[in-house]
C-alpha cells in the first residue's frame, strides 16, 4: 500500500512539473545556455529606442505592467485584432500603455532568427521593462525567465483590472488591492512615472477643474493642452527631471504638480501622504522598493511548463 501511495505521489509531481504556472519555477539564468545573447540584444534595442525617443521612457514599462494586471505576464496585451479574434490593445484607454509593440516585435524578430522558439515574448517585454528602467538611470533588478506566451487574451478584465489616471484614492487603493499590493507597494510602484510622458486627454480635466493644483504649473500646462483639441499633446509625467528615473515625482507631489488626477490622489490629505513624504526624502529606499514591486508584479500568473506557447510573432498566435 505504501508503495502505491508513493508512486500515486510522484505522478501527480510529475503532472504537476508538466503543467506549470508556478512564479516559483521561473529563474533568471533560463536562457543562459539555451540562448546566451538574449538579455544583451534586448538591451541594445530598448537602450536603442530610449535614445531615439526619449519620450518613450515610460514605454517599455508600462507595457509590462499592461499586461501583467490583465490575465497576468502572458504577452496577451501584444495579440492584434483578427477576424475572428479581439485583443486587449483596443481597450487599453491609454494608447501610450501599449508603445513600444513595434520594438518588441523587432527583438522577437532578432532572437528568432539566433535562437529559433526559445525566448518568449513575455520574458522579452519582461526583460525590456527592467532595462529601460535602468536605462534611465533606474534600480536594476532580477527578471525571473522562462514564461510561456498565451494563445488568449482577456478584454473584459482591461477595464476592471487596470488603474485608470481619474481614479480616486480608495479605487487606487482597491484596484492594486487585488493585486495584493500594500498602500506602500501602490505608492512605491507609481513612482515609475517620474519618466515618461502623457497625452493631454488624459489630464485636461486637472488642469481646467481641480483646486489641488500649483496654479502656474497649471496654466503651463494648458498652453501645451487646449480646452478644446489637442488630445494627443504630450507632457511629462515628472515635470523636474522627465527623463531620468529618481525620486523628484514625489517632490512634486507635495507642492501641487503632480500631473494626473491619480498622482496627485496620492497626496491629498489622505491615508498615503506620509508615504509620499517618505519617499520624497529617502531616494535610495524608493529605489529599492519600486525594484521589489517590479519583481512582485513581474511573478503575476505566469505560465510554464507545457501552458501556452512561445510565439513565433509576438503579435499573433502560432
Same mark, same amino acid.
Not at 115 to 120: I, K, L, R
Given at each position: 500500500m505504501a508503495a502505491i501511495k508513493l508512486s500515486i505521489c510522484l505522478l501527480l509531481c510529475l503532472i504537476g512539473a508538466a503543467s506549470g504556472g508556478s512564479a516559483n519555477k521561473l529563474r533568471p539564468d533560463f536562457y543562459n545556455l539555451q540562448c546566451p545573447l538574449a538579455l544583451q540584444i534586448i538591451r541594445e534595442e530598448v537602450t536603442t529606442a530610449l535614445r531615439k525617443e526619449p519620450t518613450m521612457g515610460l514605454a517599455f514599462f508600462s507595457l509590462h505592467f499592461t499586461d501583467c494586471f490583465v490575465q497576468g505576464c502572458d504577452a496577451s496585451i501584444l495579440l492584434k485584432d483578427t477576424q475572428n479574434f479581439t485583443g486587449?490593445?483596443?481597450?487599453? *484607454?491609454?494608447?501610450?500603455? =501599449?508603445?513600444? =509593440?513595434?520594438?518588441?516585435?523587432?527583438?522577437?524578430?532578432?532572437?528568432?532568427?539566433?535562437? *529559433?522558439?526559445?525566448?518568449?515574448?513575455a520574458d522579452i517585454v519582461?526583460?525590456?521593462?527592467r532595462d529601460s528602467v535602468v536605462a534611465q538611470g533606474g534600480p536594476s533588478w532580477n527578471v525571473r525567465l522562462d514564461r510561456r506566451d498565451s494563445t488568449t487574451s482577456n478584454i473584459s478584465a482591461v477595464s476592471t483590472d487596470l488603474p485608470s489616471p481619474f481614479m480616486n484614492l480608495s479605487q487606487l487603493l482597491a484596484t492594486f488591492g487585488k493585486k495584493n499590493f500594500t498602500a506602500k507597494e501602490m505608492v512605491a510602484f507609481t513612482g515609475v512615472h517620474t519618466v515618461g510622458f502623457i497625452r493631454c486627454l488624459f489630464f485636461r480635466t486637472r488642469i481646467y477643474n481641480e483646486s489641488n493644483? %500649483?496654479?502656474?504649473?497649471? @496654466?503651463?500646462?494648458?498652453?501645451?493642452?487646449? +480646452?478644446?483639441?489637442? %488630445?494627443?499633446?504630450?507632457?511629462?509625467?515628472? @515635470?523636474?527631471? *522627465?527623463?531620468? +528615473?529618481?525620486?523628484?515625482?514625489?517632490?512634486?507631489?507635495?507642492v501641487k504638480k503632480g500631473l494626473l488626477h491619480s498622482d496627485q490622489e496620492l497626496y491629498n490629505g489622505g491615508s498615503t501622504d506620509s508615504i509620499v513624504e517618505f519617499y520624497a526624502s529617502n531616494a535610495l529606499l524608493f529605489r529599492r522598493d519600486f525594484a521589489n514591486t517590479a519583481i512582485k508584479m513581474g511573478n503575476f500568473g505566469p505560465l510554464t511548463g507545457t501552458r501556452g506557447q512561445i510565439r513565433t510573432q509576438c503579435s499573433k498566435v502560432n
Open positions: 486587449e490593445q483596443s481597450a487599453v *484607454p491609454d494608447a501610450g500603455s =501599449t508603445n513600444g =509593440t513595434d520594438i518588441i516585435e523587432k527583438i522577437k524578430g532578432r532572437l528568432e532568427k539566433l535562437c *529559433p522558439g526559445v525566448v518568449s515574448c519582461a526583460v525590456a521593462a493644483i %500649483d496654479p502656474s504649473y497649471a @496654466r503651463s500646462l494648458q498652453e501645451k493642452c487646449p +480646452f478644446v483639441g489637442g %488630445d494627443d499633446n504630450l507632457a511629462p509625467l515628472d @515635470r523636474s527631471t *522627465p527623463h531620468q +528615473f529618481d525620486n523628484a515625482y514625489y517632490k512634486n507631489l507635495l
